[in-house]
C-alpha cells in the first residue's frame, strides 16, 4: 500500500505550483487514470486494496468539498474509500454534483447547505445529510487506533478529511482495515497437506540453489557438457577464439546467478513473511512476479539454444508454484502497530519511494537487456571490451552468438521477474515492525547486485556507462533501506488496534 502518493511528493510539488494546486492536480490525474480501461482495477490493486473486513469498506470514507467532488468520486473508491461526502453544497453546486454522482462507485452522501438543495439532490444520491449527524464521524488528524475504535460501532461512518489523507497518504483506508480486524493468532499448519506457503518456500528455495549452481559452474568448468556440445568446443578453445570471450561468458552467467538467488530471496520472504499470515497481497506479488518469470523460459525460441539445466529446473519447480498460487489464502492475520514518531514514518516513506524507483529502472533495464539479447545481443560497451564485432564472433563459431544471446536474454527476464517483485513488495508490504519485508530486500540486493559489481570489476569490464545503472541501483537501496530500517525492523510488539 504505496503511502508516498501524496507525502512526501507534496513537499516537491508544493514549492513549484502550490500545495493546494499540486494535491488538485495529483486527485485529478489518479481520476483520470481510473477513468481509463482497466485503469480502476490497476489503481486499486497497487493501492494495496486486499483483505478488507466486511462492512467496514462502506463504513469508510473521505468528505470532500464541491469543487473537487467529480474528481474524488471517480479516484477514491480506487483506493479504499467506500463511502464520499460532498459538503457544503449549495444551490449553485447541485448541478456540478448531479454530474459528479452519475457512474460513481460508492456511497455518496451531501452535505446540504439549504432545503433546497436536499430536494434537488433526493434522488441522485445516496443520502442527504442537513447537519451535524452522530453518525458521520469527520477526522482530521491520521490517528488509526481512533478510526478503528469508531468503527467498532456498526452504525457509524468514519469520513477523512483532505488534511489527513494529505498528512497520512492513502494507504491509510487499508491501514484502517487492518485494524479493525480480528488481531493476530497463531498458525496453525493442518498435517493432512502442506499449506500453500510451504510450496512457495521451496520454490524460492530452488531459485537459490538453482543460482549457486549456475555459480559454481561458472567459476568452475564454465561450460556444462550441453553447452560444449552445442558449440563444438571447450574453455580452451573458446580462449582461443578471443582472449577476452571466457570472462565475458562469466559475467553474463554470474550476473543471472546473482539475479536467480536475488528472486529466490524475495520469494521465501513472501511465502513466510506474507503468504503464511493469509495476506492475499503477497499471494499477488509472488504470482505476478513469476508469471513474468517463467516463460522466459521461450526465450530459447529467439535464440535457438536449449539449456538444458535451466529446461530442468523449470519443470522442477512451476508444478510448486502453482501449488503455492492456486488458492486464496484463508482469514489474514494482522498485528497492526502504531506507525510511531513522525520524523520516522516520514523517512520510511521516502525510502518506500526509492524502493519503487529502484524496482521500476530494474524492469526497465530487464526488459532493455531482454530485447537485445534476442536481436543485436551486443551493445557497444561490449564489443569494446571483446575488441571485436558480432560478425567476427559469427565466423569463428556459429553457434557462439545465439549461446550468448541465451545467456543475455535470460539475465533480462530474471531482472523483470525481481523488479516485480520489489517493486510490489515495497508498494503493499511498507508496515510498522515487518522486519522480513527489510531484510528480504535487503538480501535480494546483496545477491543481485554484489555479483554483477565483482564480477565486472575481477574480469576488468571496468566502463562506467556499463555499471552505471548498476551503481545507481546499489546507491538507491542503501538510502531507501537505511531510512526505511528504524519503522520497518521495530519489535514485532502487537499493541492491538492501531
Not at 505550483?17 to 488538485?24: D, L, M, T
Not at 494507504?171 to 487492518?178: A, D, I, K, N, S
Not at 552468438?401 to 523483470?416: C, E, K, N
Request: with cysteine; net charge positive.
Amino acid at each position: 500500500m504505496p503511502d508516498w502518493t501524496y507525502h512526501p511528493l507534496r513537499s516537491a510539488a508544493a514549492a513549484v505550483g502550490g500545495r493546494r494546486r499540486s494535491q488538485r492536480a495529483a486527485l485529478r490525474a489518479l481520476a483520470t487514470l481510473t477513468s481509463l480501461p482497466g485503469g480502476f482495477r490497476l489503481v486499486s490493486a497497487f493501492a494495496g486494496r486486499f483483505d478488507a473486513p466486511a462492512g467496514v469498506v462502506e463504513r469508510l470514507g473521505v468528505t470532500v468539498p464541491p469543487a473537487v467532488a467529480r474528481d474524488a468520486i471517480r479516484a477514491m473508491p480506487a483506493l479504499g474509500a467506500g463511502v464520499v461526502e460532498v459538503r457544503p453544497v449549495g444551490p449553485a453546486d447541485v448541478p456540478l454534483v448531479r454530474r459528479a454522482a452519475a457512474g460513481r462507485r460508492c456511497r455518496l452522501v451531501v452535505g446540504a447547505a439549504a432545503p433546497e438543495v436536499a430536494a434537488a439532490l433526493a434522488s441522485d444520491v445516496d443520502r442527504i445529510a442537513c447537519g451535524d449527524e452522530p453518525d458521520l464521524v469527520r477526522l482530521s488528524e491520521p490517528d488509526v487506533a481512533a478510526a478503528a475504535a469508531v468503527l467498532a460501532d456498526p452504525a457509524v461512518t468514519v469520513l477523512a478529511t483532505t488534511d489527513l489523507l494529505v498528512t497520512a497518504g492513502p494507504g491509510w483506508f487499508q491501514r484502517v482495515g487492518e485494524a479493525t480486524a480480528p488481531p493476530e493468532r497463531a498458525v496453525v499448519v493442518d498435517p493432512r497437506r502442506w499449506p500453500a506457503w510451504w510450496w512457495g518456500l521451496l520454490v524460492g528455495t530452488g531459485m537459490i540453489v538453482s543460482g549457486l549452481v549456475a555459480a559454481a559452474i561458472t567459476l568452475g568448468p564454465l561450460l556444462a557438457w550441453y553447452d560444449n556440445d552445442y558449440l563444438g568446443v571447450d574453455r580452451g578453445q573458446l580462449h582461443a577464439i578471443n582472449p577476452r570471450l571466457v570472462h565475458f561468458v562469466q559475467h553474463d552467467r554470474i550476473s543471472l546467478a546473482g539475479a536467480l538467488v536475488a528472486i529466490g530471496v524475495l520469494y521465501a520472504g513472501l511465502a513466510t513473511g506474507g503468504m503464511r499470515q493469509g495476506w492475499r497481497w503477497a499471494r499477488y506479488a509472488y504470482l505476478a512476479s513469476g508469471a513474468v518469470g517463467f516463460p522466459t523460459l521461450f526465450y530459447f525460441i529467439g535464440s535457438g539454444f536449449v539449456d538444458v539445466l535451466h529446461a530442468v529446473a523449470t519443470a522442477a519447480m512451476f508444478p510448486m508454484f502453482v501449488l503455492a498460487v492456486r488458492h486464496r489464502p484463508g482469514a489474514p492475520r494482522w498485528s497492526v502497530r502504531p506507525d510511531g514518531p513522525e520524523p520516522v514514518r516520514r523517512r520510511a516513506l521516502v525510502g518506500q519511494l526509492l524502493m519503487v524507483v529502484v524496482g521500476a529502472g530494474m524492469l526497465v533495464g530487464g526488459v532493455t537487456i531482454s530485447v537485445v539479447g534476442l536481436s543485436s545481443v551486443f551493445v557497444g560497451t561490449d564489443l569494446a571490451f571483446l575488441s571485436t564485432d558480432s560478425h567476427q564472433l559469427h565466423a569463428a563459431n556459429p553457434h557462439l552468438v545465439p549461446f550468448i544471446a541465451h545467456d543475455r536474454a535470460g539475465f533480462g527476464g530474471a531482472l523483470i521477474s525481481a523488479a516485480v517483485a520489489i517493486i510490489l513488495l515495497s508498494a503493499w508490504g511498507w508496515r510498522r515492525g515487518e522486519s522480513w519485508v527489510w531484510w528480504s530486500l535487503a538480501l535480494a540486493a546483496v545477491t543481485g547486485f554484489g555479483p554483477a559489481v565483482v564480477v565486472h570489476l575481477f574480469i576488468g569490464y571496468t566502463s562506467f556507462e556499463h555499471l552505471v545503472p548498476v551503481y545507481l541501483g546499489t546507491a538507491l537501496t542503501a538510502v531507501a533501506l537505511g531510512l526505511a530500517r528504524p519503522f520497518l525492523c521495530r519489535p514485532r510488539v502487537s499493541s492491538g488496534p492501531g
